[in-house]
């Protein structure tokens, strides 16, 4: 048996915070504001994760309470790996979209998706972590934040 989940999150800037994407901390740009780290890749990943194995969302599994103020969301990412592990489900594949305007994410794509692989314990090509922009439209396009869409399929153990 298989199954495919969906996640997104959204985050918006936050220019007393670093910027960490998929573990990855991306200079010369403001963080992003949130509980945890308010890495959207790990949050968008977990999120999809958890759908596809009917178990919740990410702020079911992780509210926002003083365990995981600050943390790092690759420690999000493999909390959400050890539920699916309880629940027998082991992960597919992962596919995660960045949309932001700035900073250029193509330098750190391959080290995030090596980041998400390794926290998951998938091969490196079983990850795919893309970045675009949105040509100046919308949140993403006024710099306002930066958004992540993911897609992961599990299968049963």
């Known amino acids: 048996m298989i199954r495919i989940g969906q996640g997104v999150d959204v985050h918006a800037f936050d220019g007393a915070r670093p910027l960490i994407l998929g573990g990855v901390e991306i200079p010369g740009s403001p963080g992003l504001g949130g509980h945890s780290d308010a890495d959207v ?12 194995a009917c178990a919740g969302d990410l702020g079911q599994n992780f509210p ?22 309880t629940k027998g489900w082991r992960i597919g594949n992962v596919d995660a979209t960045v949309v932001a305007e700035a900073p250029k994410l193509s330098p750190y794509v391959s080290e995030m998706a090596h980041n998400v692989a390794g926290v998951l314990g998938v091969a490196d090509d079983a990850v795919s972590v893309k970045a ?14 930066i958004a992540c869409f993911a897609v992961a399929l599990i299968e049963r153990s």
């Open 41 to 52: 890749v790990c949050h968008a990943v977990a999120d999809a994760l958890l759908g596809a």
């Open 64 to 85: 926002a309470i003083e365990r995981w103020r600050n943390v790092s969301s690759l420690e999000i990412l493999r909390e959400s790996r050890l539920l699916l592990e």
């Open 132 to 145: 675009t922009t949105t040509d100046g439209l919308g949140f993403a396009g006024r710099g306002e934040g």
